[in-house]
């Protein structure tokens, strides 16, 4: 494998970037400095170090994305724009995928990655990952609002929701949820129950992951190594 293809698939720095760093000398090759990017290397053998810390081969993504409205979270749609599309060309090589869905007005934290196996037990049913959302609503919502989360908010069409948390601003009009589960326009239909409408959705949280306030909208940044272990942890997963 190429010397720039390997730095670049690390993550660290973009294709662009590696090459740079190649030619301003900050890569050894098992002690080596070395100047061709072109140069071959093996990924499972040789011990690539940039600025003298070594980097390690990662075939996985994990990335943190502030969804902007507008954005299906999917890989493709025939009309609309996809949150994979706000990743960069380097990036989108790696085949990421949102792991789970917010709806297309829905903004803030959206995780992506190609380790299908850590997004499938993270979105499990059984495993009840907690997410954050902050939420407005047309109307204030009703007292006892609280105790119909906490109770399991049924919905239009009989289903009883999981247990979960409301905490509401002074005027009831807004405020924060946590969820444990995650169905279709799950709080849009919970609040609608309780007879109003969401006006505006942010996910501020996934499985204790806070939405990076540096992070503006459709902007994104790897997870870091904390992140992904938290997230790893979370599922019982090395
Ligand atoms: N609940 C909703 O109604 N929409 C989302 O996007 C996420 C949770």
Same mark, same amino acid.
């Given at each position: 494998?190429?010397?720039?293809?390997?730095?670049?698939?690390?993550?660290?720095?973009?294709?662009?970037?590696?090459?740079?760093?190649?030619?301003?000398?900050?890569?050894?090759?098992?002690?080596?400095?070395?100047?061709?990017?072109?140069?071959?290397?093996?990924?499972?053998?040789?011990?690539?170090?940039?600025?003298?810390?070594?980097?390690?081969?990662?075939?996985?993504?994990?990335?943190?994305?502030?969804?902007? +409205?507008?954005? &299906?979270?999917?890989?493709?749609?025939?009309?609309?724009?996809?949150?994979?599309?706000? @990743? =960069? $060309? /380097?990036?989108?090589?790696?085949?990421?995928?949102?792991?789970?869905?917010?709806?297309?007005?829905?903004?803030?934290?959206?995780?992506?990655?190609?380790?299908?196996?850590?997004?499938?037990?993270?979105?499990?049913?059984?495993?009840?990952?907690?997410?954050?959302?902050?939420?407005?609503?047309?109307?204030?919502?009703?007292?006892?609002?609280?105790?119909?989360? +906490?109770?399991? &908010?049924?919905?239009?069409?009989?289903?009883?929701?999981?247990?979960?948390?409301?905490? @509401? =601003? $002074? /005027?009831?009009?807004?405020?924060?949820?946590?969820?444990?589960?995650?169905?279709?326009?799950?709080?849009?239909?919970?609040?609608?129950?309780?007879?109003?409408?969401?006006?505006?959705?942010?996910?501020?949280?996934?499985?204790?992951?806070?939405?990076?306030?540096?992070?503006?909208?459709?902007?994104?940044?790897?997870?870091?190594?904390?992140?992904?272990?938290?997230?790893?942890?979370?599922?019982?997963?090395?």
């Amino acid at each position: 494998m190429r010397l720039d293809k390997f730095l670049s698939e690390c993550h660290l720095l973009s294709r662009k970037e590696s090459s740079r760093a190649v030619k301003c000398g900050r890569i050894t090759v098992n002690g080596r400095q070395t100047v061709s990017a072109d140069m071959s290397i093996s990924p499972d053998t040789d011990e690539i170090a940039l600025d003298g810390t070594p980097v390690s081969y990662n075939k996985f993504i994990y990335v943190m994305l502030n969804k902007p +409205e507008g954005y &299906v979270s999917a890989t493709e749609d025939s009309s609309l724009p996809t949150v994979v599309e706000l @990743l =960069s $060309e /380097d990036l989108q090589k790696f085949k990421p995928f949102p792991c789970g869905r917010l709806d297309r007005d829905t903004v803030g934290l959206m995780i992506l990655t190609n380790d299908g196996e850590l997004s499938h037990l993270l979105l499990s049913p059984k495993r009840h990952v907690p997410k954050k959302y902050l939420f407005k609503s047309a109307d204030p919502l009703p007292l006892g609002a609280e105790q119909s989360f +906490e109770n399991g &908010v049924i919905l239009a069409d009989g289903y009883e929701c999981k247990s979960a948390k409301i905490e @509401l =601003s $002074e /005027d009831r009009s807004g405020g924060i949820i946590t969820l444990n589960e995650g169905k279709y326009h799950q709080i849009k239909r919970m609040v609608a129950a309780l007879g109003s409408k969401v006006t505006y959705l942010e996910r501020i949280e996934f499985s204790g992951i806070a939405l990076d306030k540096n992070l503006g909208r459709g902007e994104y940044r790897h997870l870091t190594e904390d992140e992904v272990k938290a997230l790893k942890n979370a599922v019982n997963r090395k």
